[in-house]
């Protein structure tokens, strides 16, 4: 296989895919670069497996070949667990990763660092038609900071700062982020498989 389509509208995402998949000579497409308009999937699951599978098999099974999908979130503990499978539109539609960040750092307050722990989640979810879908999931952890950083990345990245680092996924920038992030994690569980379709 050449080409993977992710089915995905994330501009962020389908960058850091399109720099993970050429490692192994594919070319990971995102829905940004089709041409025909696929009905948008509403992600309705109560935990990223299934809002990744809704996006997986839901395009699948529309264009009849393999698709990858990406349910991914911050889950702070302090929060009990939020923003989770709802970060994409924590602060309400349409989506805005400036105001999901301040809603955050607000509701953290002046919380000293040790109760700000958090970690990045990302379900992959596999769909080729007629097999079962495959899930693999990748996490990162770290700390929420107080106040935003850096110029990389997207969503949550100025204010996520990984474990055994002192600046933030924005200050790092992809290349660092692409070998420590969650969606890094959960592509590493994938490799056996990609290797498998050379
Ligand atoms: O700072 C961040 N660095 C990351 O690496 C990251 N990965 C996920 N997220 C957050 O979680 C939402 C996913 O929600 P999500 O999986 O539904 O994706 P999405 O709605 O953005 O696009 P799509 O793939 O569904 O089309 C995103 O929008 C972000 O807010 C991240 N934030
Ligand atoms: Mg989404």
Same mark, same amino acid.
């Given at each position: 296989?050449?080409? %993977?389509? $992710? ?6 995402? /389908? ?9 192994? !000579? +594919? ?6 670069? %089709? @041409? ?15 809002? /990744? /599978? ?37 602060? !309400? ?10 809603? #955050?750092?607000?509701? %953290? &307050?002046? %919380?000293? #660092? ?6 990045? #989640? ?5 769909? +080729?038609? !007629?097999?079962?879908? $495959?899930?693999?999931? &990748?996490?990162?952890? &770290? ?6 950083? &850096?110029?990389? !990345? ?25 070998? $420590?992030?969650?969606?890094?994690? /959960?592509?590493? =569980?994938?490799?056996?498989?990609? @290797?498998? =379709?050379?």
């Amino acid at each position: 296989m050449k080409e %993977l389509l $992710i089915a995905t509208k994330n501009k962020g995402k /389908a960058e850091e895919f399109k720099v993970f998949f050429e490692r192994y !000579g +594919i070319i990971a497409k995102s829905l940004l670069d %089709l @041409q025909e308009d696929l009905p948008d999937i509403e992600e309705t699951g109560e935990t990223f497996e299934e809002n /990744a /599978a809704l996006k997986s098999e839901g395009i699948a099974k529309i264009l009849n070949i393999p698709v990858l999908a990406d349910d991914s979130g911050l889950v702070i503990d302090a929060l009990g667990g939020k923003p989770g499978i709802y970060s994409a539109r924590y602060a !309400g539609e349409p989506k805005d990763d400036k105001k999901n960040i301040e809603k #955050v750092l607000r509701e %953290l &307050g002046d %919380l000293p #660092v040790e109760k700000r722990t958090a970690r990045f #989640v990302c379900v992959l979810s596999l769909s +080729i038609p !007629g097999n079962s879908t $495959i899930y693999k999931k &990748g996490t990162c952890e &770290g700390v929420i900071g107080f106040e935003e950083k &850096g110029i990389h !990345g997207f969503g949550y990245d100025p204010i996520f700062i990984p474990e055994g680092y002192n600046q933030t996924l924005a200050e790092l920038g992809p290349d660092e982020k692409n070998k $420590i992030s969650h969606r890094a994690n /959960a592509i590493k =569980q994938l490799e056996e498989w990609i @290797q498998n =379709q050379q």
